[in-house]
């Protein structure tokens, strides 16, 4: 099974130096290469990776700063935007602007890599053009060597080691639990067992903390050396934040998972549910103060990295991960199945209008959830298909004149579709 392992690097001024200066040749490169795709696809062509390395590599008798790079990282970032050009659409695909890009480079070719353990703490990589950087020993490798990935993150390095464990991760978990998740914007997980996950990320001193200092921002110019030290100190905050909030996913996704052989997630599409509600000048919207509150609010629980961190984990368990639609789960109640938009008093209770049902209302939500999980499970189980034998030419006529069966619309599965991104 392939991992990630991440460590921190210790890096000599003159290694940071060249790593920030890699970073920026293949930021230059994604750019330059977006614009020739997009420069493409106007025109109704399309480039693709092989092209665009072969013509970086002719590039490179002409512009020598693309020669400082090893050539490798740089077929790397041509690779990862040829990808994300293919999953997001060309015209999907962001920029890599210098302030908001975290500068990252990957080193392809375990051949070209070694590690060694230097003390209880201390562990040295042997990387490519950069030499032996020596690294925090924070875990054990636990595998063979499949490539590094070298990233900033505010203004620390680190580097992270895709590994083969070389164990199989288990194909069916065993286990036979079943749970649903709710995830809120009081609470970021509610399961259907009844047991609710959340924490505040940011503390009350930080809070303040980054409300002054974005105040302090908003009075510094462009460009000035106050502003930078400002937004540094920013990072630093939001950094912990960050980590604080990651951890608490991956613990939480443990709860969840482990001891489940389904968990149940809604189909959350965030990047749609976070649009701005500002309008354009000519329709301004409504209550665009409020929409953004709540946006901040959803994106502070960070749905997409808690989903990320249960699918990871259920890939060490066995465990099925699938996504159901959401719309009238808070609001359809679980022992009668009246929907009903009064069902639900307020934010947290839930009393159903027909049968008195009384329940958290993110807990109803995660019932509801969970079942929908099992339905679309039953009716997409792939069914045994009757033994057909080769027809005799009597049987042929026979069922030339009769209706094919499988075009009865009542023969055709019934329940909801399940989304194309289920586990198994
Ligand atoms: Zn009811």
Request: net charge positive; with cysteine.
């Amino acid at each position: 099974m392939l991992v990630g392992r991440r460590y921190r690097l210790q890096f000599t001024p003159e290694q940071r130096e060249v790593a920030e200066e890699y970073g920026s040749i293949c930021r230059a490169v994604w750019n330059i290469g977006l614009e020739q795709r997009r420069e493409y696809r106007r025109r109704g062509a399309w480039i693709d990776y092989v092209q665009q390395a072969r013509e970086m590599a002719e590039a490179k008798v002409e512009h020598p700063w693309l020669r400082t790079a090893p050539s490798h990282i740089l077929q790397q970032t041509l690779r990862d935007l040829d990808r994300a050009c293919r999953t997001h659409g060309t015209f999907g695909v962001r920029w890599r602007a210098k302030q908001r890009w975290q500068p990252s480079f990957r080193f392809p070719d375990p051949r070209h890599l070694s590690v060694e353990r230097l003390g209880r703490k201390r562990g040295r990589a042997r990387l490519p053009k950069l030499g032996w950087v020596i690294f925090r020993w924070s875990r054990p490798l636990g595998g063979t060597l499949k490539s590094a990935t070298v990233s900033r993150d505010g203004k620390h390095w680190y580097v992270s080691f895709l590994v083969e464990t070389g164990t199989a991760g288990p194909a069916v978990s065993l286990e036979r639990g079943r749970v649903g998740i709710d995830r809120g914007v009081a609470v970021l997980a509610a399961t259907s067992d009844g047991r609710f996950f959340d924490r505040s990320f940011i503390t009350p001193g930080e809070a303040q903390r980054c409300r002054r200092l974005q105040q302090q921002h908003a009075r510094t110019q462009k460009g000035s050396n106050r502003r930078k030290a400002c937004q540094e100190r920013m990072r630093v905050i939001m950094r912990r934040v960050r980590d604080r909030r990651r951890d608490f996913h991956t613990q939480t996704a443990r709860h969840v998972v482990d001891g489940n052989g389904l968990v149940v997630l809604e189909d959350l599409n965030t990047v749609g549910m976070t649009a701005t509600a500002r309008g354009t000048s000519a329709e301004p919207g409504t209550r665009v103060g409020q929409k953004a509150g709540l946006n901040r609010a959803i994106l502070d629980k960070g749905w997409h990295s808690f989903e990320l961190a249960v699918r990871n984990r259920a890939r060490h368990t066995g465990t099925a991960v699938r996504t159901v639609n959401p719309a009238f789960s808070s609001t359809t109640c679980p022992a009668c199945g009246c929907v009903h938009p009064d069902n639900r008093e307020s934010q947290a209770r839930f009393v159903c209008t027909t049968c008195g049902h009384r329940e958290h209302a993110d807990t109803v939500g995660a019932k509801n959830v969970l079942a929908r999980g099992h339905t679309g499970h039953r009716a997409w189980r792939p069914r045994r298909q009757p033994v057909c034998e080769a027809p005799t030419s009597a049987k042929r006529k026979e069922l030339a004149l009769r209706p094919l069966r499988s075009e009865s619309p009542r023969l055709r599965p019934r329940g909801g579709s399940p989304s194309p991104s289920c586990g198994t």
